[in-house]
């Protein structure tokens, strides 16, 4: 089916795609492996690139719900399909993403936080498709922290779950409005992983940091905000442990 999409299919029946991604997704179990609920996440992709907006307005509902479920195997999923959206509209020539134009507004609109979410225009196409106030960094973020104290608590799957949010901030973070990482306190959170045991999760926290920094559009003026979490007592007192 993931190759149909990618390589096939074009237009037509769009609800029975949508069907299809929700129940496919919905028949996920914990104890699935994990080559599988990857599976999952790139189907439910390559169908959001295909008609998310035009047939498949909620979508964002539905990820949020999944979110929410209380079962890590969807917190999982979710991630996985945010990171591959963002790669797939912003940082790769992915032909799907590249025929619609409107695909990167959309996305953007449901990752950024809530105070940058209200400059835009209310009744543009775009505010229908963002549910509830919170955007996805202010939810990777704060789920990151909460990883992070449970890393530090040798809590089982905590390890597997802070790299799976590190990767998918890097790849956010490489395209996402300053204002939104400043409102967010993204950097605090990515910082905060650089004090941790494991050499992994370090070294890609470095490697989100480098995204945000690397940034060939930051203007001096849009950098301080990022750069002041750097140095807040706080931050300074945990590197410094």
């Not at 690139?49 to 969807?74: A, C, F, N």
């Not at 940082?91 to 835009?120: H, K, P, W």
């Not at 992070?148 to 998918?168: D, K, N, P, W």
Request: one cysteine or more; a negative charge.
């Amino acid at each position: 089916m993931a190759y149909h999409l990618k390589y096939v299919y074009t237009e037509g029946n769009e609800p029975l795609l949508r069907e299809y991604s929700l129940r496919v997704t919905e028949s996920l179990q914990d104890s699935d492996p994990s080559f599988l609920r990857n599976k999952a996440a790139q189907i439910w992709t390559e169908v959001a690139k295909r008609i998310w907006g035009p047939s498949w307005e909620d979508m964002d509902e539905q990820l949020v719900k999944l979110w929410s479920s209380g079962h890590q195997h969807y917190v999982e999923f979710v991630i996985s399909v945010l990171e591959n959206l963002s790669e797939d509209i912003f940082n790769q020539e992915d032909y799907v993403a590249g025929m619609r134009s409107d695909l990167g507004s959309a996305f953007a609109r449901i990752c950024v936080t809530r105070g940058l979410a209200e400059l835009y225009d209310q009744d543009d196409a775009y505010a229908q498709l963002r549910f509830s106030h919170e955007g996805w960094l202010q939810r990777l973020t704060l789920y990151l922290d909460g990883r992070l104290e449970l890393l530090g608590q040798s809590v089982q799957q905590a390890r597997s779950s802070c790299l799976r949010t590190l990767s998918a901030l890097q790849s956010i973070c490489a395209w996402i409005p300053p204002q939104a990482l400043a409102e967010a306190s993204c950097i605090k959170a990515i910082v905060r992983a650089f004090v941790v045991g494991d050499t992994h999760i370090r070294t890609v926290a470095v490697e989100a940091l480098c995204s945000i920094f690397s940034r060939s559009n930051l203007s001096e003026h849009s950098v301080v905000p990022l750069l002041n979490p750097m140095f807040s007592q706080d931050i300074i007192t945990l590197l410094e442990q």
